[in-house]
């Protein structure tokens, strides 16, 4: 009988483990080859530093900060807590991404610090991004990353791995958000409770870079410990891909006949077509994230509303992930159409997202947004209603001031 196809997370932390295998379930400490932290737990990690009397990290030009989640700070609370932040890394002497820089995830593509089978921890939770690259990257709390800051390891339980073959051509108006909206309503995240996720199949090995991080941001929603994708054509340095083997789990999704979908207020796990909302006010429509605020989706909602207005109705904010995009979406001309259009530009960050600063939506407003989750009070008002849908799907709603069906969609 053949051998059973090795896991790439199991590769990976052999690998960094010194191991020449490694068995589902073993707690391992595995050597790290990034850490990044965000402003929005540093200061939890400087009294980590303080209260254990530490005070240098393993390695100053593989440990950064990123200043991400307030960008345009609200109050002298807020402030107080980013200048604690920002003097202890300069304290560290490690690399320093100021408010504006971008998304810590989006910073890391940009700068390289995913690579296929290298290991990457981040003080956020959607950290997996670097799946998309096949890096073993991974979300953990602030004693966590302090500690790997400190000791360039870490340690984990090796997860199991399920599969995910996704067949068929969807329609033209169907984007891997909605897939991923697709996944969490149909599996759940029982399938996928601390597993790695190895997305496969023609669908998935088609996606643009921007497309493929979009997928694996997700992977925290879908309750999964990593997820990987398949290296882009014309990688060549992408780890071989796994098959599954005999006993394997393998979950099956056709996408042939999917339809745009929008999730329900208050969890990214219950979603609809499009259709079944469709018509309904909507008050406020926000573009951007780890999951869709690259030039991708830029460029598409660009050209959505080139020549038209937004909803008087619509409040549209539009934040790019990083300062990279930013810049590109500039000089693409993508941003002056966005502005004539009636949508708001904000500098790049997570924006919105995390509700720690504007624009928070008014008590009873209907929101559609691109983020990756809509738990109540997410934005920061707990009486507005948030739905999540793709680029193309938020676009046309704050031109239309209302949800779209599909016959509204372009495709």
């Given amino acids: 009988m053949a051998p059973r196809p090795t896991p790439l997370v199991n590769r990976i932390v052999a690998e960094r483990a010194g191991r020449a295998t490694v068995d589902v379930g073993e707690l391992l400490f595995v050597d790290v080859d990034r850490v990044y932290v965000q402003d929005g737990n540093s200061p939890t990690i400087a009294r980590l530093y303080r209260q254990h009397g530490l005070s240098t990290v393993f390695d100053p030009e593989r440990v950064a900060f990123v200043f991400d989640h ?13 200048g604690e932040a920002e003097r202890f890394a300069r304290e560290l002497g490690v690399q320093v991404f100021g408010r504006g820089a971008g998304i810590s995830h989006l910073v890391a593509l940009e700068e390289g610090w995913y690579v296929p089978g290298n290991v990457v921890l981040g003080s956020d939770s959607h950290t997996c991004v670097g799946g998309a690259l096949q890096s073993l990257a991974l979300g953990m709390g602030a004693t966590d990353i302090a500690a790997a800051m400190v000791t360039g390891r870490t340690w984990l339980k090796v997860p199991d791995t399920v599969w995910l073959h996704v067949s068929g051509t969807p329609h033209a108006s169907v984007r891997p958000k909605d897939v991923l909206l697709e996944v969490l309503r149909r599996f759940g995240m029982d399938a ?87 018509g309904r006010p909507v008050d406020y429509v926000f573009v951007g994230t780890c999951t869709n605020g690259r030039l991708e989706d830029i460029a598409e909602i660009a050209g959505l509303v080139e020549g038209h207005r937004v909803a008087p109705s619509v409040h549209f904010v539009v934040t790019p992930g990083s300062r990279q995009t930013y810049l590109d979406a500039i000089s693409a001309g993508y941003v002056a159409t966005l502005v004539e259009a009636g949508a708001i530009v904000t500098p790049p960050g997570c924006g919105a997202c995390v509700g720690t600063q504007g624009s928070v939506p008014a008590s009873g407003s209907t929101v559609l947004t ?31 001031g209302r949800f779209p069906t599909r016959e509204d969609l372009p495709g």
């Fill in 370 to 400: 691109t983020m990756n989750r809509n738990f109540k009070g997410r934005m920061g008002n707990p009486d507005a209603g948030i739905h999540l849908s793709s680029p193309l799907v938020a676009a046309t709603a704050a031109l239309l």
């Fill in 70 to 82: 307030t960008v345009l700070v609200p109050n002298r609370e807020m402030a107080d807590r980013i």
């Fill in 192 to 278: 996928f409770l601390y597993r790695s996720v190895q997305w496969t199949g023609p669908w998935v090995e088609s996606l643009s870079e921007d497309s493929a991080a979009s997928v694996a941001s997700m992977g925290v929603e879908m309750g999964a410990k990593c997820v990987f994708l398949p290296p882009r054509p014309g990688s060549p340095e992408g780890l071989v891909p796994t098959a599954a083997g005999p006993g394997d789990r393998v979950l099956e999704l056709d996408v042939s006949t999917l339809s745009p979908m929008v999730s329900l207020p208050h969890s990214p796990h219950g979603s609809v077509p499009v259709d079944e909302l469709g």
